[in-house]
């Protein structure tokens, strides 16, 4: 136990020595906006908000972690519209503030003297979204409550994207109606999921009905919803009207009399329950925020944390958008399930995306429910080096949850253990309905998805079981509940492997006693590849960080079986190319179905190669040879600026940041996207922040290289963090280095400092 407590007290002081003030990122508008894709970003805890003033309007968006309906799509709690007379917000001074150190928006209107502010903010502890109004003028006010799901709405295709029919989508599929009304002088709202949902029908499909009582579905019985109140404020009835492209209807409850100062309520609350009464029960049961318990959590955030770039106005807007989307994935700190790499909780009407998307708020594209690993592995990798690992536990707890699913998918179709998890994978664990295949042929194998892009990919679980692996080592968290995760996981491919070997013949490994995995898939790029480099840099990978834990997550017999697990893995594949050796996306492959470069995969995430690791020049010239060129980009998910930063190509890596970092084309600089997927995206927020992070400092072993990647005439002051509970602060000015501080301090020897100063 002295182990565990040890280290846990070491990464606490880390936190309360380092005394830094957050830099003002703020953003302010000192105009209204147009529509909803002119908001900004509000939040705390599990809640997004969208906020924005039009015409004199104050509205949100209300969006949660976990609100997914009978089709899993991830549904908003609708809009609110806040209207005043006389109106503070026309025909004077506006002002609308993101106030990062807060975690509020605030909104203020001010005219000859008279002013109004409101601000906005939820709970990081509760689900609890506050709205303040106060002022020295009285208005009277109304509140709606705006909702475009009064009734069932059809689910055609194209609109299915936003579920997990994708483009499968029975003609008769709706999104089922909310259930909303006036209680005393209260409106409370919600959904109910009943009868048969897309879990029920991904079961039967997929011919997993033997074991369905033994499966985790977290759609059944699932109510989510809210009560909005606000003191001296009464039903005033129900109107319609239309937002963009959606019809709704509308709550209003208005003031009984004109006020200076009053406060509006929404607590949101999520149950399974058959019982309506109870979940009613419980949101009744909400606590009161605690508005400087929540300040306190803000200050220690930005303190914790942090990237400045000065005296160069692209390194400014860069590190200032930097801090933005870390404060967007702040918002889901503790959500019950991981910020989604296509919008997260902060989407706006479709429409100013993609025109052709003439849809509902609701929409997304590539589902609500179902969760690509390689795009969510880059929303949660750069929460390792900003320390915030409390934030990761969203993500871990959603393998965590459908590991018995995926586990008893191995034994029904194949007979053996281990769990096999694949890219995109439901909330329950198995794959999506459309992707697994709606033509199948009959013969084949029932565990496989019928898909050119997704068969045999199997890998993808295992980025996270190494972000688990590496919190052991970062901030000292006890992973003993993840273990027997991280052990399915790797069993999978020695057990599934074996089997398909036996499958074909009479010797489960090669001559060589080496593990042979075909077919396989290095990526979504490279198809039924022989011995995938992606996939055996994993294995490695993970094998030796499980391995390397302290004696106590693992017995005897396990560390030998898993030492000889890392020793059946078959080695990656080394070519030649234009007369230099490169890494092989795999022994062999048949064809090619993305633009992936999973060749570099052992550079990153893997760390088989990089600055300070042997043989970087093979690493270097797979990162330029035409395999890896043809693909290159700075776009969504591409990765290509993070394999810069970490083969130390100190231009090409700020080059391609710079470009993933600076402003989107929407007014919220960090709404990004939507590149491959969404907006904002959040896979290219996040592959952004690591190869930012990876420029300044990378670690292997015990060695912390300072500045990898980093030109020395660029002024940058940091704050990140590293294994064996590290932390690094260092501000770089005029190519000097000003201030170091490292803590504990006997890490300072193992820090090797790589400045260079470019032509």
């Known amino acids: 136990m002295k182990k565990i407590i040890l280290p846990i007290l070491i990464f606490v002081f880390i936190l309360l020595t380092h005394s830094v003030k957050a830099q003002n990122y703020n953003i302010v508008w000192t105009s209204q ?82 002013y109004c502010e409101i601000k906005l903010w939820a709970d990081v502890f509760n689900p609890v979204i506050n709205v303040e109004v106060s002022g020295n003028q009285a208005h009277n006010a109304e509140i709606y409550y705006e909702n475009w799901r009064y009734a069932d709405r059809a689910l055609p295709q194209g609109e299915s994207d936003q579920s997990s029919w994708k483009w499968a989508a029975p003609k008769n599929a709706v999104t089922k109606k909310d259930i909303i009304d006036f209680e005393q002088n209260k409106i409370v709202f919600y959904h109910q999921n009943q009868g048969q949902n897309i879990f029920d029908i991904t079961v039967a499909q997929q011919g997993m009905e033997s074991v369905r009582n033994q499966m985790f579905n977290p759609l059944e019985n699932l109510i989510f919803g809210a009560c909005l109140e606000a003191k001296n404020f009464i039903p005033a009835g129900v109107s319609q009207g239309k937002y963009i492209d959606s019809d709704f209807k509308a709550w209003k409850l208005q003031s009984t009399k004109a006020l200076k100062i009053w406060n509006l309520t929404i607590k949101l609350h999520s149950e399974q329950t058959a019982n309506l009464q109870e979940w009613k029960n419980n949101l009744d049961t909400k606590t009161v925020s605690n508005k400087k318990q929540n300040l306190e959590w803000w200050r220690r955030f930005w303190e914790r944390s942090f990237i400045r770039i000065s005296g160069e106005s692209i390194g400014e807007e860069i590190s200032r958008n930097y801090a933005l989307f870390r404060y967007m994935l702040a918002c889901n700190a503790y959500g019950s399930y991981p910020s989604r790499f296509n919008g997260g909780l902060h989407t706006f009407d479709p429409v100013f995306v993609d025109k052709q998307r003439t849809n509902t708020p609701d929409f997304r594209r590539w589902t609500g429910g179902t969760f690509t690993a390689q795009n969510q592995r880059l929303v949660y990798f750069p929460m390792l080096r900003s320390g915030d690992f409390d934030m990761m536990i969203p993500q871990f707890e959603f393998y965590n949850r459908i590991l018995k699913n995926a586990e008893l998918r191995s034994q029904v179709y194949w007979g053996h253990g281990g769990a096999a998890f694949t890219e995109q994978i439901e909330n329950f664990g198995l794959p999506n309905f459309a992707e697994y295949g709606t033509k199948r042929p009959d013969n084949f194998d029932k565990g496989l998805e019928y898909n050119a892009w997704l068969e045999y990919m199997w890998d993808t679980s295992l980025e996270f079981c190494f972000m688990i692996l590496e919190t052991e080592s970062y901030a000292a968290k006890n992973i003993e509940k993840y273990i027997p995760l991280i052990e399915s996981c790797l069993r999978f491919f020695d057990e599934h492997y074996q089997y398909l070997a036996k499958m074909r013949g009479n010797k489960a490994l090669d001559g060589n006693g080496k593990l042979v995995i075909f077919p ?33 997550y693992l017995d005897e017999d396990k560390r030998a079986y898993f030492a000889k697990f890392l020793q059946r893995l078959p080695e990656i594949r080394i070519n030649e190319s234009a007369g230099k050796q490169t890494i092989s996306p795999a022994w062999l492959w048949e064809r090619e179905n993305n633009s992936e470069s999973p060749q570099l995969y052992p550079v990153f995430p893997w760390g088989i190669y990089g600055v300070g690791k042997p043989d970087i020049q093979t690493a270097i010239n797979t990162y330029n040879d035409s395999l890896a060129v043809r693909f290159r980009s700075h776009t969504g998910w591409k990765q290509d600026a993070i394999w810069a930063a970490r083969l130390g190509l100190t231009d090409e890596a700020w080059n391609l940041t710079a470009k993933k970092l600076r402003n989107g084309k929407h007014r919220f600089p960090a709404f990004w996207g939507p590149g491959f997927d969404w907006t904002p995206d959040l896979n290219h927020g996040g592959s952004g922040m690591i190869a930012l992070q990876e420029m300044l400092m990378q670690c292997d072993g015990d060695k912390i290289y300072l500045f990898p990647a980093w030109d020395k005439n660029l002024n940058v002051h940091f704050l990140l963090y590293a294994p064996k509970q590290t932390s690094v602060e260092c501000e770089l000015r005029d190519g000097k280095i000003l201030k170091l501080n490292v803590l504990p301090k006997e890490r300072e020897k193992d820090l090797i400092n790589q400045l260079r100063i470019t032509n």
């Open 33 to 114: 906006s147009q529509n909803s894709s002119e908001s900004m970003p509000c939040g705390g805890g599990d809640i997004g908000l969208n906020v924005w003033v039009e015409n004199g309007d104050v509205l949100f968006y209300i969006a949660r972690s976990g609100q997914f309906d009978e089709n899993n799509s991830l549904l908003k709690s609708g809009r609110v519209r806040i209207r005043f007379s006389p109106n503070p917000f026309t025909d004077g001074k506006f002002r609308q503030e993101l106030n990062l150190n807060e975690g509020c928006v605030i909104i203020k209107g001010e005219k000859n003297g008279k």
């Open 520 to 552: 396989g898939s290095a990526a979504e790029t490279y198809k039924m590849a022989y011995n995938s480099t992606s996939t055996i840099a994993a294995l490695k990978t993970v094998s030796e960080h499980l391995l390397a834990l302290p004696d106590n």
